[in-house]
Each structure stands twice: as structure tokens, then as C-alpha cells.
């Protein structure tokens, strides 16, 4: 069974543009969350995606979108880069169900470099 | 609005020596979930445990240990006999059962164990 896969791992923009980052939920997960890591701080919540929908937001900017495919991987869009959007950014899948409350499993990350 | 306290941002230990790790939360909600998640340097959290809230009883497994006190709202990690495998930096975090399943992190104590 393939667990959470994230691309890129590693990226690099200028302030002002623009970035897509990719996540796959593991297999059979229909809801996907984002969070954004700061260094040295814990991860916070972007947004959540179930059945294609946005089920949840945390307290970003509308700069911050997503998407969620009907194989229920997912894409996290930021606009107009800032410098403090420098973070690793998890995404985290959960499988469908009542078993599947509030069990998220996270993938390895994608570290955004913004200058 | 819930919130997650680590106050140990960082602790050193001797290999074997057992530790702990505090976490203390608030929420104003009487059903919640709570969770403690390991972070090793490659960056993905790796699940260790989810509480329920109407669910008390203490938790061992192998050298972990896990103790949950709704009068204290505090949900405390114990590593027996510390390994060097065991550094990382350790997250506690809260979810709602109701709603999106958003995790709320604490900010993390980094653990290290010194051979």
C-alpha cells in the first residue's frame, strides 16, 4: 500500500510568484488536509478537501486555494509569494468513514524557499 | 477556539534515562481527540497515538507511555529506557470530533538522546 506522496520535495521561488504544490493520498483516503510548517514551529492548518470540496479552512489568506481531483489527490496553490510563506507544507490524507475520523496520515513535505 | 501548550521546546537525556514530554491543551468542547505525532529530521510526522475524550485509561506501548488527565487537561508522553533512535521533534495536537478534522499542534519539543 503506497502511503502519502508529495511533489516536489524541494523548491525555490521570488517573492511575487506563484506555486503549485502536489500531494496523492494513500490509497482508498478520500479527504485531504494542508498544513504549512514554519521553522521551529508546529504545523498549521491550511485547508481541508473531501469529495472535491473545501471542508474546512484554517486562517489563511484567499491567496492560499486548493483542489481536489476525483482520484482524490490534491493541489495546493499560493499567489503573490511572501517571504513568511517559507515553511515545509504537509499534506495528510484520511482514510472514509466513521474509523476513518480524525486519523490522518501525513507525507514527507515540500520545503518552500521564498526570496 | 482550542489550543495546544508543549512548554518544553527542547530536551537533552542520556541514552536509557526514561523522559517525559508535557502537553496541556484547551478546548471548550467535551468531545475531542487528542494525538501525539514524532517528526525525525526527514520531516514527516509519524502517528504514535489518538486519545478519545471519554476515554481515560493510561496507554502503554512497548517503552511508550501515554497519560491522559481531563482534570488537569493534560496528555502526557513517557519514553522508558531512551533510545537513540528516539531523537525528533515530538507534537502533541488536538482535533474536534465534530466538523473538519483540523489538527491543532503544539509547538513541539525536540528531544535528544545522547549515546
Known sequence: ?115 | AQKVTQAQTEISVVEKEDVTLDCVYETRDTTYYLFWYKQPPSGELVFLIRRNSFDEQNEISGRYSWNFQKSTSSFNFTITASQVVDSAVYFCALSLIQGAQKLVFGQGTRLTINP
Request: with cysteine.
Open chain 1, 1 to 115: 500500500e503506497t502511503g502519502v506522496t508529495q511533489s516536489p520535495t524541494h523548491l525555490i521561488k521570488t517573492r511575487g510568484q506563484q506555486v503549485t504544490l502536489r500531494c496523492s493520498s494513500q490509497s482508498g483516503h478520500n479527504t485531504v488536509s494542508w498544513y504549512q510548517q514554519a521553522l521551529g514551529q508546529g504545523p498549521q492548518f491550511i485547508f481541508q478537501y473531501y469529495r472535491e470540496e473545501e471542508n474546512g479552512r484554517g486562517n489563511f489568506p484567499p491567496r492560499f486555494s486548493g483542489l481536489q481531483f476525483p482520484n482524490y489527490s490534491s493541489e495546493l496553490n499560493v499567489n503573490a509569494l511572501e517571504l513568511d510563506d517559507s515553511a515545509l507544507y504537509l499534506c495528510a490524507s484520511s482514510p472514509p468513514g466513521l474509523a476513518g475520523l480524525n486519523e490522518q496520515f501525513f507525507g514527507p513535505g515540500t520545503r518552500l524557499t521564498v526570496l
